[in-house]
């Protein structure tokens, strides 16, 4: 099956020559490009898309002309707690429904009280401050890990039974999120922000796998980085309809140092790396943007 991956060279303006291919794909109907859905990576590049339109519209001489703009859905702020993608879809079928995400502040007090808890419990007691400090890190360590997809159940693993004192107190400290959390999260019928996000993203994979849609969705500057995003990119790669739009693609580099940079995280194209090794492509396999809209693919 033929994958909708496009990039846009790193010399040229990303959010301009985005929109222009997507007035391109519309062809003048502004009802169309109003049916396009397209995703990024926060609500500031939707905003900045936003006015990359206005300002095409203004260069062509049609500043007086309502424009229609694309559903734009930011998806990768999670700092916000929240993600703007098919939070309503599915919504009426109980084995699609997603509870909530934790308030953030709600979750550090309570997270608070489990450490305050084992403090106490190891004859150890913490000041409230210490606590708070402590429970501000779970809670980072809570969405790295639903990120990476890792498991707290074998955490045990990470050190050996000998290993320094000190090691093992940590390792029993950690065991809070495995063993206490999970019990606190499903009493306030939540999930962590990270976790909930990885799900939703996971479903909209599956909605659109099982029923793709009929109108364009454009995944523009995302470029991976987490299982969940690299599993809705790839379903937005395969619609007949759709398109991944990477930024600035690096097409100098050989098949050998492709893949060293996709083990390289400090390199700059690591992500996209990971992403096009995830859906077995290779940067030949990319097309440039502006090119044959998705839906005119069905022709070749």
Known sequence: MRQNIFT?????????TLARGLLDMAAGDPLKLARMTVLLPTRR??????EAFLRLSG?????????????????????ADEVALGAGEGADDPTLAIPPAIPELRRR???????LGWGEAGGNPLLP???AALATALARLLDAAATEGADFARLHELAPDDLAEHWQTVLRFLEILPNAWPAVLAEEGALDPAERRNRLLRRQAMLWRATPPREPVIAAGLVGGFPALDELLGAIAGL????????????????????????DPAHPQHLIAR???SLDLSPDNVRDWPGPTPASNKAR
Do not use: H, N
């Open 129 to 131: 401050g210490q606590a």
């Open 59 to 79: 260069e062509e001489g049609s500043t007086g002309a309502p424009l229609l703009l694309p559903r734009l859905r930011p998806i990768g702020d999670l700092e």
């Open 240 to 263: 007949e309809q759709g398109a991944v739009i990477l930024p600035g693609l690096d097409r100098a580099s050989d098949p050998d140092v492709w893949d060293a940079i996709g083990d």
């Open 275 to 277: 992403l096009l090794q």
């Open 109 to 115: 007090l309570l997270l608070t009280r489990l450490v």
């Open 45 to 50: 590049a939707a905003r900045a898309l936003r």
């Open 8 to 16: 846009i060279a790193p010399e040229r303006p990303f959010l301009a």
